[in-house]
């Protein structure tokens, strides 16, 4: 007896399929031998709404960046990130609201010197109160030092110390936590945890001789006065702390200057530290006490999977107590595609694009950037700029050129002065989430 055909919910959209059964949808467009077959070619283009004119160049099983991260919205609705507008503040990405985190977008990093307006947020306790008088602010420094030394931010900016300035780059451990499979805990960042603000301050290093460090002072520890989210004023929100060299490096600062101007109140004010390349939950903000210590500091943040990453690589989504990882000093090498937005619809007939970024490396320069607009087929190099001083981040730029209107990924690349580059997946995975650069994607739609 011939079997009556079944008849039931038709098969949903490519962009639906891939939101709720991402499986089903890479079996159907790429098939068993995971080729782009010529329906499915068809069927992805209208999902994506153009022709994919670097189809065949497309590696296997590859999810189009228009439908793996959705652009922006700028109201926080359906198929964009939740923006949240702070006071004194561009739209930002909202990445947590207890405590406030709060991500910069690629497209508003494209000034030389990030103003504040454009800073992201990170927090891990509650904002303490603007003091009533920020020059009678104090900082101590104790511990391993032959004269425990307390000064206020009146002494800082009377001149008690030599003041610098200096583009410095910062940027949160945890920045591209989002890119990491499978997820991992925390925020999830993107790239846009990062900024390079100019800061006028005291190198530590001066604080540090005028208190007479001591052969024993190996390591510091860092307090501030944000309370801790439980309100217990015995717990601290984060107390973490660095090996001496890193202290006694010439670019960090005790920052009293964000560009020119007091430091905004949500940035640290009336006094920071500064710990340019290294992760940005060593830059305490509301400094109140820097201990020097014989051994590694224990304070909150220290230890464990916090803000360490494995030696050896562990198994995906595996639990660890991080016995045998270390702390993440150095930033890996990232950068940002600032004046093109992911999400970016352009005329039809553009056959030239001109793009530019920025990108660092931790305690190393930036050697090269490249770009691609074919799925790493090929790739062209960018002009990258000199830093302004150590720890600022380079200016990069150039242009590529787009055979036809359709569907494009801007894929970009950075290397160190090390020759170490972004990778194409995010590597080294850990709990926690840290350090994971690779390769970022813009889906761009010309016509």
């Not at 060593?282 to 590694?296: A, C, E, H, M, N």
């Amino acid at each position: 007896m011939k079997q009556k055909r079944q008849i039931g919910r038709p098969e949903r959209g490519l962009l639906e399929l891939y939101q709720d059964d991402p499986e089903r949808a890479d079996a159907l467009v790429w098939g068993r031998r995971g080729a782009l077959r010529g329906a499915a070619l068809a069927s992805m283009g209208a999902a994506l709404g153009a022709a994919i004119p670097f189809a065949g160049r497309m590696p296997e099983g590859l999810l189009p960046a228009a439908l793996a991260q959705p652009a922006p919205s700028g109201g926080g609705g359906q198929g964009g990130p939740q923006m949240i507008r702070l006071e004194g503040k561009e739209p930002l990405i909202l990445q947590g609201e207890r405590p406030l985190n709060a991500e910069t977008p690629e497209t508003l990093l494209d000034d030389e010197v990030t103003p504040a307006s454009k800073m992201f947020v990170r927090n891990n306790g509650q904002v303490p109160e603007a003091p009533r008088d920020p020059r009678a602010w104090k900082i101590r420094i104790d511990g391993e030092v032959n004269q425990p030394l307390e000064i206020t931010v009146g002494e800082l900016e009377g001149g008690r110390f030599p003041l610098v300035t200096r583009r410095l780059q910062l940027e949160c451990g945890g920045n591209g936590r989002s890119f990491f499979s499978p997820q991992t805990r925390g925020n999830q960042w993107g790239n846009g945890a990062v900024s390079c603000g100019e800061w006028t301050g005291v190198r530590l290093r001066d604080l540090l001789q005028a208190a007479g460090l001591k052969e024993s002072g190996k390591f510091t520890g860092h307090f501030g006065a944000d309370p801790h989210l439980s309100g217990d004023p015995n717990r601290q929100a984060i107390s973490r702390g660095m090996r001496i060299e890193k202290a006694l490096d010439e670019d960090t600062i005790i920052a009293i200057r964000l560009n020119g101007e007091p430091i905004p109140l949500i940035h640290g004010a009336p006094a920071r530290l500064v710990t340019p390349g290294w992760p940005g939950s060593l830059s305490q903000k509301w400094l109140t006490r820097i201990w020097i210590r014989d051994r590694p500091h224990d304070g909150q943040g220290m230890g464990g999977t916090s803000y360490r990453v494995p030696v050896q690589p562990i198994v995906p989504g595996s639990r660890n107590d991080g016995r045998d990882f270390v702390d993440l000093e150095s930033m890996p090498v990232r950068s940002v595609l600032t004046n093109i937005a992911h999400g970016t619809r352009l005329p039809a007939g553009t056959r030239n694009l001109d793009v530019r970024g920025f990108a660092w490396a931790g305690d190393k320069t930036v050697r090269a950037v490249h770009v691609s607009v074919d799925y790493g087929a090929t790739w062209h190099e960018m002009r990258v700029a000199d830093p302004a001083n150590r720890y600022a981040w380079q200016r990069w730029s150039g242009r590529v050129s787009l055979p036809t209107d359709g569907y494009y990924e801007i894929w970009y690349r950075a290397t160190d002065s090390d020759g170490r580059m972004q990778p194409h997946v995010a590597g080294n995975w850990n709990p926690q989430g840290y350090g994971a650069n690779p390769i970022s994607r813009a889906a761009v739609l010309v016509g």
